[in-house]
């Protein structure tokens, strides 16, 4: 009799498979909880083969769209407190600073985008920006075009109820049309008043954690880039959070650079490709001096409060 579930389940199975369908244990699809681990992620793939990570990360080893390019201050990183603590001035707030943000930042095709120069910058020049592909990423041009085209004017019919193209702008840099900023204001101030309700959540689902890539360099130390939930990350890393819970979706090694494929396909020369890769440790050495320089002057402020207090008391 115990076995009669076990056929069961197995028929269901091979049912569903003759339908060219295919059922996946949840266990397996869950990502391996490795919060509490400390050192460089890229062993847990040896450990847990094919299997998504969720990390405990550093922000400021972090980076979405919304904070590119490193050379740039975080557009967000001066209102979203304010946005937080001011409900009814929130929406007003975040659409000054990302009108600045989409008016300073205006790429003028791919190459320009990741900051390169004429010499390094092949064909990226005949790119869009809105267009920009990583030199890791795995979809060619086409496929990539699309990608951004179906995205964009699912997202920006979530909010609006109706489509625009993306010729009304990328939300990622300028310009943009006045209906694609009202989009992402909207995105933005929902995240906010998500996070002000209920604090920061997540779940097992598919969209329950920011999802990322992992860049990996040879001496041990590791970035992170934002898959999905750029505006997660865009507000969380302004709130100044120092870890996030991250879903590792898989790792890029530098010293595979010859296999990134915008390096196969000569979209990137190598030395192009490990400037873009490089550029992201740069920022986050930055970002983590300067928010150890922010808690150090915090400490310091309390420390002295502290001692005024002291002081009116004696």
């Known amino acids: 009799m115990p076995l009669e579930p076990l056929l069961a389940k ?4 091979r049912r569903v498979e003759r339908a060219g369908f295919h059922i996946q244990s949840m266990k397996r699809y869950r990502p391996v909880d490795a919060r509490d681990y400390e050192g460089n992620p890229l062993a847990l793939t040896y450990r847990y083969p094919g299997r998504r990570l969720l990390l405990r990360a550093p922000v400021a080893w972090g980076f979405g769209l919304l904070n590119f390019p490193h050379s740039r201050p975080r557009p967000l990183a001066p ?34 985008f990741f900051e390169l120069t004429s010499s390094e910058a092949g064909e990226l020049v005949e790119l869009p920006s809105w267009l920009s592909p990583w030199p890791w990423e795995h979809l060619d041009l086409e496929a990539k075009r699309a990608q951004r085209r179906r995205c964009e004017g699912r997202e920006n019919a979530r909010v609006l109820g109706s489509t625009l193209a993306i010729e009304d702008g990328w939300k990622f840099c300028g310009p943009v049309s006045a209906p694609k900023l009202e989009v992402e204001v909207e995105r933005l101030t929902r995240v906010l008043a ?3 309700a209920r604090g920061i959540l997540r ?9 990322a890539i992992v860049l990996s360099h040879p001496d041990g130390k590791w970035r992170w880039q934002v898959l999905a939930g750029q505006h997660r990350y865009a507000v969380i890393s302004a709130l100044g959070e120092p870890c996030i819970d991250i879903r590792v979706e898989h790792f890029i090694r530098r010293e595979e650079v010859m296999l990134w494929p915008g390096v196969v396909s000569g979209l990137f020369t190598p030395t192009a490709a490990l400037k873009v890769f490089d550029a992201c440790f740069a920022r986050a050495e930055r970002d983590a001096g300067t928010a150890r320089a922010e808690r150090d002057a915090g400490t310091a402020r309390t420390n002295a409060i502290s001692m005024c207090s002291i002081w009116n008391k004696i």
């Open 10 to 13: 197995l028929w269901v199975i």
């Open 79 to 112: 209102v979203i407190p304010e946005a937080l603590a001011n409900p009814d001035r929130a929406r007003a707030l975040i659409r000054n600073a990302l009108s600045r943000f989409y008016a300073e930042w205006q790429p003028e095709n791919a190459a320009a």
């Open 194 to 196: 998500s996070i002000r």
């Open 203 to 211: 779940h097992d689902g598919t969209d329950g954690d920011i999802r």
